[in-house]
C-alpha cells in the first residue's frame, strides 16, 4: 500500500474515506482484443514513477508516469494515477481521481507536459512553487472544494505486477486466462 491513515492524513482529515491506494488501472472494461494483448503480460513488473500529489475534500490521488521499457503499459487515462482515498459521497466515487487531475489542469492550477504517447511525463503548479493550496472552482457536476498539490521533489519509482482484477489473489497475478 502507498498510504496509511492518520489523525493528520490530510489538511481535510475528519472527512471519512475509503482506502484504495493498491491499483493504477490501465484500462477500465478493455475489449476482449486488448485483454489477449495484456494477458501475455500477466505477473510482469510495472514501473510508475510518481509526479505530484493531489488532494481535495473528498479524494486523494498521485500523478504518475509509466516509466519506459518494452513491456511497459501505459494507462488508457488522460492523468494515469493511483488513488489513495475517496469519500465514496456520490459523485466522488474513485474514478474522481480522473476529474480531480483535470478539475486542477482546467483551473490553470498546473500545467502538464505530455509524453510521446500523451501521458503526463512532468508537472508543475503554475507559480512555479512546489505546493499549492486553494480553491477548485465548481464545474456543474462538482461543487467547488479547497485542494492541494505537491510536486514530488525526489522521483519515488513504485513497481507494481501487471494483472487484471478478478485474476489477483493474495498479492499475486494468477495469470490464467478465459474468455
Request: contains cysteine; charged residues 25%.
Given at each position: 500500500?502507498?498510504?496509511?491513515?492518520?489523525?493528520?492524513?490530510?489538511?481535510?482529515?475528519g472527512?471519512?474515506?475509503?482506502?484504495?491506494?493498491?491499483?493504477?488501472?490501465?484500462e477500465?472494461?478493455?475489449?476482449?482484443?486488448?485483454?489477449n494483448?495484456?494477458?501475455?503480460?500477466?505477473?510482469?513488473?510495472?514501473?510508475?514513477?510518481?509526479?505530484?500529489?493531489s488532494?481535495?475534500?473528498h479524494?486523494q490521488?498521485?500523478?504518475?508516469h509509466?516509466?519506459?521499457?518494452?513491456?511497459s503499459h501505459?494507462s488508457m487515462n488522460?492523468?494515469?494515477?493511483?488513488?489513495?482515498?475517496?469519500?465514496?459521497?456520490?459523485?466522488?466515487?474513485?474514478?474522481?481521481?480522473?476529474?480531480?487531475?483535470?478539475?486542477?489542469?482546467d483551473?490553470?492550477i498546473?500545467?502538464i507536459?505530455v509524453?510521446?504517447?500523451?501521458?503526463?511525463?512532468?508537472?508543475k503548479?503554475?507559480?512555479?512553487?512546489?505546493?499549492?493550496?486553494?480553491?477548485?472552482?465548481?464545474?456543474?457536476k462538482?461543487?467547488?472544494?479547497?485542494?492541494?498539490?505537491?510536486?514530488?521533489?525526489?522521483?519515488?519509482?513504485?513497481?507494481?505486477?501487471?494483472?487484471?482484477?478478478?485474476?489477483?489473489?493474495?498479492?499475486?497475478?494468477?495469470?490464467?486466462?478465459s474468455?
Open positions: 500500500k502507498f498510504f496509511r491513515a492518520h489523525e493528520h492524513s490530510s489538511p481535510f482529515y472527512n471519512t474515506r475509503h482506502i484504495y491506494c493498491d491499483h493504477s488501472t490501465i477500465f472494461n478493455p475489449t476482449s482484443d486488448n485483454m494483448k495484456y494477458k501475455l503480460h500477466y505477473g510482469h513488473t510495472q514501473k510508475l514513477t510518481i509526479l505530484a500529489y488532494e481535495d475534500e479524494a490521488a498521485i500523478l504518475v509509466s516509466a519506459g521499457s518494452n513491456d501505459s488522460k492523468y494515469p494515477h493511483v488513488t489513495i482515498s475517496v469519500s465514496n459521497v456520490n459523485p466522488y466515487t474513485p474514478v474522481y481521481s480522473n476529474d480531480l487531475w483535470k478539475r486542477l489542469v483551473d490553470e498546473v500545467e507536459t509524453d510521446e504517447y500523451d501521458k503526463p511525463r512532468s508537472i503548479i503554475k507559480d512555479h512553487s512546489s505546493e499549492w493550496h486553494g480553491k477548485l472552482n465548481s464545474n456543474g462538482y461543487e467547488e472544494t479547497q485542494a492541494y498539490v505537491k510536486i514530488m521533489n525526489d522521483v519515488i519509482d513504485l513497481n507494481g505486477i501487471v494483472c487484471v482484477n478478478n485474476l489477483w489473489k493474495n498479492d499475486k497475478c494468477l495469470k490464467k486466462f474468455s
